[in-house]
Every structure is written in structure tokens, then in C-alpha cells.
């Protein structure tokens, strides 16, 4: 049987002897109420019910180092009349914490829980105050809640990495490499980019400063030129850029290294003075061998008919008719040889059947290659190039595939074309097609359509993906064609 407790209301379940609620004296086990006991005989005035509570907060803000934890005190005081159960809950980072999560108190009495910031070292754990809320609410009274706010002050730490990507290169005029700098702190970091042992004959294009988020990794653009060389052995040059960040950190001091490759190989040199040496020797030689050819070549006399010998000086030809006759009747002229004998005799006239001198148009001339033109469409962001001439071979030669190169990697980007194959140069500013593509030209040509007459190509991905790597009106540029050179001004045809 139930018992009502005459000072909360609260039904309790025999053998109770207590509230369960306000832990009043219910009576004894007979089933008879507290107040109506014997020794209750005086009439007891029940108290007026209510029910409240109060939070506080021990400390604010709450300090912590990221990859440490701090911890701080709250209590709970309960306002009402009855004993509660209280629900604890706070709003803030994940790494924030509140134990325990429900609470019993007493009426009028105090109860503490405990509260800890444990943020991780890792960028996510920004530096600076984070605010945080800690609600309690009633259990038995859902409309009895109250908040507190608290602030968590965390602590900067700061941790940078930075690497020079490629660490080497190598070309005749421009490379291109890259700062990579990781900021794995909690707080931003302006970097100071710095050139620092330049070997003589580089120069170094690089953003002086550049701003860095917690963790972000960013990318820096780096131009390094070298000195144009004609002829001779490539050269490798050293330089530096040193990181500085903002203090408590220590500079990073980045090396390098640039190879600088010549417009021509050293063994050119020697090829061109053998050339040379071969052309003033013809040039000795051929009047020589012309002459000789001259007297060497006879001309096969035709026949001729025998004609009449003019009469000698006082003779008269109408004087001596008959002596004529029987002077050109001689006895012994039978036995000798007759001009019509000449039919028998061995003709010098095999001349039908010798070859002939070549006049004009009687054979093929030989044509030497060359280029003899070359027209630009499009417009800058896609120019198409068009090469004229003859002589060029009926395919391309043989490419490589230039998706990666010293720059970076690419894709769609064409082949190189080794030294003298296909290559384009817009002059002093970048150069496309030559080499191999992990030392050659970052920028790969793409053939359209190949002749012997004419060759249509386009430039791969990586074209004007840096500073003026792009042609334009006005432009120098020299086209390589299997050995063969042309230069001029670009203009993009209307």
C-alpha cells in the first residue's frame, strides 16, 4: 500500500519508512501516518514548495597549451525544496569536457563537477579565447534551467615546414622551381622570402613576402635566370633562399642548384671550322676540275663533201676543161680510196649513242630543303604555328612525352624534340620543344598535321603558365625544323 508523504506529496511504495524524495518520516509499518502517530499530536503547517537552482563557474578563462590539458571547478546549488536531479551540458570545442553529466542534490545544498580543456597540438586548436556555455537542467522540472558563460584562453605554438621543389634544374635561359611552405602551427605566419648565394651569372625572381594560414600549405612561384652562353660545356651554379619567419622560429635556409646549358654544344665549333675548311677547299679546287673537265670533253667532227679546189692564181678555169678531167681521172684512181668508200669505213659518228650535256629542263633538278616562312593564327591564349618550306620528311621525328618536366608535372603538354628536331624559341622569354623533357624546354609542342612542304603545331599545358611564357604580337622568335632555322617578329594573322 502507498504511503503520501505529508511533506513533498510524493507517493511512496511500502516498507518505506522515508520519503524517497524529501527523505521525510512516513510512519510506521501498521500503515498509519506520520501525523497521526501518538507522538505527532500537534498539527504541523506544511512548507511552501519551489524548486531553483544556481551554477558558477571557479575560474575564468580557463589557460592551456595546445597538446596539455587544464581543468577548473563549477558548482551546483540547489534552490528548491525537494531533492533534484540535475543534467549538465556544455557547448564549445570537441576537446572540452564536463564530468559528471547528471548531479543529485539536496535541497539547500552545494555539489561540484569538474571541467577540462585538453585542445591538441595540431593547427585546429587555433590560437586565442573560445568562448563555451555550461547549461544546468532539472530532471523532475524541465522548466527549472540556468546557464553560465566561461572563455578558454589557448596558447600559440608554431611549427613551419618549407623545401625547395625541384632542388635542381637545368636550361639556356629560364627555369622555374618552387618554395613549398607547410604552416603547422596554430597561429599565421608571414614569411620572408630571401635570395642568398647567388653563384654569378643567376638572378632569382621571388615574392618577398608572403602570408600563411594555420594549416595551409602554399606554393611560391621561383624564376631563375641564367646568363645566355653561345658556345661551350654546361656549367652548374649554386644559390639560396632563405625562409624567415616570425620569431620564436629560426630561418630555413633553402639550396639550390641551376645548370646553365649553352645555345651550342662545344663540339659544334669544331664541326663548323671542319665545314668551313671543306668549302675554302672546293672553293680552290673547282676551277681547277672545271678546266680539266673542259679539255677532257671532245666534240665528234660531222662529214663533210668533198668540194672543188679553187684554180690556182693565172690559171683559168675555161682554158683547161679537159685536162681537169683527166687530171681528176687518174689510171692509178681506182686502186685508190673512193670518197664513197667512206660508208665502210669506221665513223667516229658513235657520237649518236654518247651521252648528250644536259640542257635546261632536260632532267629533275635537285631541290635543297628549306624554310620559307612561318604564319601565326589564333591569338595569344592559343596561338597555331605554321611552318612553310620543302624538304622537311614526310613525318615528324621522334618526340618524348613532356608530361614531366623540371617545372612540374603536366598534363596534355606534347613531346620535346631533342636538339634540332621541332623547337620554337620566343626570344628572352621561354622556349618550347627542345631537349629532353626532364632537362629540356617545361614547355612541350603539339604536331597538328606534318609535310614535306609544311609543318602545323601548337604548344602543350604548360604554355603561359608562368610569366610570360606566351608569344604576342611583336615578339622575336627562331623556328627549328630537322636542322633548319628561321626567325622574325610574331604577328597573329587577321
Not at 527523505?23 to 501518538?38: N, R, V
Not at 613551419?160 to 611552405?181: D, F, K, M, Q
Not at 683547161?320 to 685508190?336: E, L, R, V
Not at 614535306?452 to 604548344?459: E, H, M, P, S, Y
Request: hydrophobic letters at 35%; glycine letters at 10%; one cysteine or more.
Amino acid at each position: 500500500m502507498g504511503v503520501t508523504c505529508p511533506h513533498c506529496g510524493r507517493e511512496n511504495q511500502r516498507p518505506e519508512r522515508f520519503c524517497e524524495n524529501c527523505g521525510a518520516f512516513l510512519g510506521w509499518d501498521d500503515g498509519q501516518p506520520a501525523d497521526s502517530q501518538p507522538f505527532a499530536q500537534q498539527e504541523s503547517q506544511p512548507d511552501e514548495q519551489r524548486a531553483g537552482v544556481q551554477i558558477e563557474i571557479k575560474n575564468d578563462p580557463i589557460e592551456v597549451t595546445p597538446g596539455n590539458a587544464a581543468s577548473t571547478a563549477f558548482t551546483i546549488k540547489n534552490l528548491g525544496t525537494k531533492v533534484e536531479e540535475f543534467r549538465v551540458s556544455v557547448s564549445g570545442p570537441a576537446w572540452f569536457l564536463v564530468e559528471p553529466a547528471t548531479m543529485r542534490v539536496f535541497p539547500g545544498v552545494e555539489a561540484t563537477g569538474t571541467m577540462q580543456a585538453a585542445p591538441p597540438r595540431k593547427p585546429s586548436a587555433v590560437a586565442g579565447v573560445t568562448p563555451f556555455q555550461l547549461t544546468v537542467t532539472s530532471a523532475l522540472h524541465a522548466h527549472v534551467s540556468t546557464s553560465a558563460s566561461g572563455r578558454i584562453d589557448v596558447a600559440p605554438f608554431y611549427e613551419l615546414a618549407a623545401e625547395l621543389v625541384p632542388t635542381s634544374s637545368s636550361g639556356r635561359r629560364l627555369t622555374r622551381h618552387r618554395v613549398t611552405l607547410d604552416n603547422r602551427g596554430n597561429v599565421p605566419l608571414r614569411i620572408a622570402l630571401n635570395p642568398a648565394d647567388v653563384a654569378d651569372g643567376l638572378r632569382l625572381d621571388v615574392p618577398a613576402v608572403t602570408d600563411v594560414p594555420p594549416g595551409t600549405v602554399i606554393e611560391v612561384p621561383v624564376a631563375v635566370y641564367g646568363s645566355r652562353r653561345l658556345i661551350g660545356r654546361p656549367e652548374s651554379k649554386t644559390f639560396s633562399i632563405v625562409a624567415e619567419p616570425p620569431k620564436p622560429l629560426a630561418p630555413v635556409r633553402l639550396p639550390g642548384t641551376r645548370v646553365v646549358v649553352p645555345l651550342f654544344p662545344k663540339w659544334v665549333p669544331v664541326v663548323v671550322a671542319g665545314l668551313v675548311v671543306a668549302a675554302v677547299a672546293a672553293a680552290a679546287f673547282a676551277p681547277k676540275l672545271t678546266a680539266q673537265l673542259t679539255t677532257t670533253t671532245t666534240t665528234q667532227p660531222s662529214p663533210t663533201s668533198t668540194a672543188p679546189r679553187p684554180p690556182s692564181p693565172g690559171q683559168s678555169s675555161a682554158a683547161q676543161p679537159a685536162d681537169q678531167s683527166s687530171a681528176a681521172q687518174p689510171a692509178d684512181q681506182s686502186s685508190a680510196p673512193q670518197p664513197a668508200d667512206q660508208s665502210s669505213a669506221p665513223q667516229p659518228a658513235d657520237q649518236a649513242s654518247a651521252p648528250q650535256p644536259a640542257g635546261p629542263g632536260s632532267g629533275p633538278q635537285s631541290t635543297s630543303p628549306i624554310i620559307s616562312g612561318v604564319s601565326f593564327a589564333g591569338d595569344t591564349t592559343a596561338p597555331t604555328v605554321t611552318v612553310t618550306g620543302h624538304g622537311f620528311g614526310a613525318a615528324p621525328p621522334a618526340g618524348q612525352d613532356a608530361s614531366s618536366t623540371s617545372c612540374g608535372n603536366y598534363s596534355s603538354n606534347g613531346e620535346d624534340y631533342g636538339t634540332s628536331g621541332l623547337k620554337f624559341e620566343d626570344t628572352g622569354n621561354f622556349e618550347a620543344g627542345g631537349g629532353d623533357p626532364l632537362s629540356g624546354d617545361c614547355i612541350g609542342l603539339v604536331v597538328q598535321s606534318w609535310s614535306t612542304d609544311q609543318v602545323v603545331f601548337q604548344f602543350g599545358s604548360a604554355y603561359n603558365s608562368f610569366d610570360h611564357w606566351y608569344i604576342a604580337d611583336g615578339d622575336q622568335y627562331k623556328v627549328t625544323v630537322n636542322n633548319l632555322q628561321y626567325s622574325g617578329t610574331v604577328s597573329f594573322s587577321g
